[in-house]
């Protein structure tokens, strides 16, 4: 039995990098680059994508649901491109690429990944589908990408848990003094990693500062991934469900002045993210 604290050891082990996550994957960056490049062709970017044969399969998927049924089957990443647009295509890859790392050994942590990972897809699309709903287009992107990111602290806890767990056998590490360490800690531990990953501020500080009180300084984007969310809580997308949550009354959902209307629509938009998260 080790004479240190969990939390010790946790920050021992992040500091050390015995347990940190990846890097921030390459082939996002360069997508996320690509998009903002005016003279890249879509047969260079196509090219790029079919190289990856599951992130090249899942946007073939994507292209080829319901719901572009009744247009014509789609068989090349280059005829995908243009029936979803790259913005779409970046997000179908930081989705394959970030659901690589929801994944462990033990049973019941694998459990609580999957129900994490369904939930930080929800916060995802359900912020950027506010962000549109609202008329916030140029912000759709960073709402998605900061509702993605906004637990990541969850996800490097689990980990560092899970291989503490398997290098010391007697090391006593009770579910709910789990569970209270991650509610506790993943804010400032996924503020940590996106720095490491070199990601952007608003990522940063919607990691760090979305379960604290909103202030006259929350951003619109922050405000954004809180409502989706509560609401990702309240239908149960989520590891510790909260079905009482009444968002209508909130002081982001009073910010970004949403009707019950509006939040009923999101809640829909959240129960189909579940099919992408699959």
């Not at 604290?5 to 890097?23: F, K, Q, R, Y």
């Not at 390459?26 to 005016?38: F, G, S």
């Not at 990856?52 to 998927?61: F, H």
């Not at 619109?220 to 469900?241: C, F, H, N, Q, S």
Request: hydrophobic share 50%; charged share 20%; proline share 3%.
């Amino acid at each position: 039995m080790s004479e240190k604290s969990l939390s010790e050891l946790i920050d021992e082990a992040i500091t050390s990098g015995a347990s940190a996550l990846p890097v921030f994957p390459r082939a996002v960056t360069e997508l996320r680059l690509a998009l903002q490049d005016e003279n890249r062709s879509l047969d260079a970017i196509a090219k790029q994508l079919a190289m990856d044969a599951s992130l090249a399969s899942q946007i073939l998927r994507v292209a080829n649901s319901s719901f572009y049924a009744g247009l014509g089957s789609i068989n090349t990443v280059k005829d995908a491109l243009v029936r979803l647009g790259l913005p779409r295509i970046v997000q179908i890859a930081t989705l394959v690429t970030q659901k690589g790392l929801f994944a462990a050994k033990d049973a019941a942590t694998q459990q609580y990944m999957v129900k994490l990972w369904q939930h930080s897809v929800a916060v995802a699309l359900g912020a950027e589908w506010l962000a549109k709903r609202l008329s916030f287009q140029t912000i759709a992107e960073e709402a998605f990408m900061a509702g993605l990111f906004h637990d990541i602290g969850e996800l490097l806890l689990l980990r560092c848990l899970e291989d503490l767990a398997a290098k010391d056998l007697n090391l006593n590490l009770p579910a709910d003094l789990q569970r209270e360490l991650i509610i506790r800690q993943h804010e400032s531990k996924g503020a940590w990693l996106l720095q490491e990953w070199n990601l952007p501020e608003t990522y940063r500080k919607v990691a760090a500062n979305h379960h604290q009180p909103a202030t006259e300084h929350t951003g619109t984007v922050e405000l954004l991934v809180r409502v989706a969310d509560m609401v990702a809580y309240k239908l149960g997308i989520a590891p510790r469900p909260q079905p009482d949550l009444v968002i209508s009354s909130s002081e982001e959902a009073g910010r970004l002045g949403l009707s019950e209307i509006m939040l009923a629509e999101l809640e829909i938009a959240l129960e189909d993210s579940l099919a992408l998260s699959a």
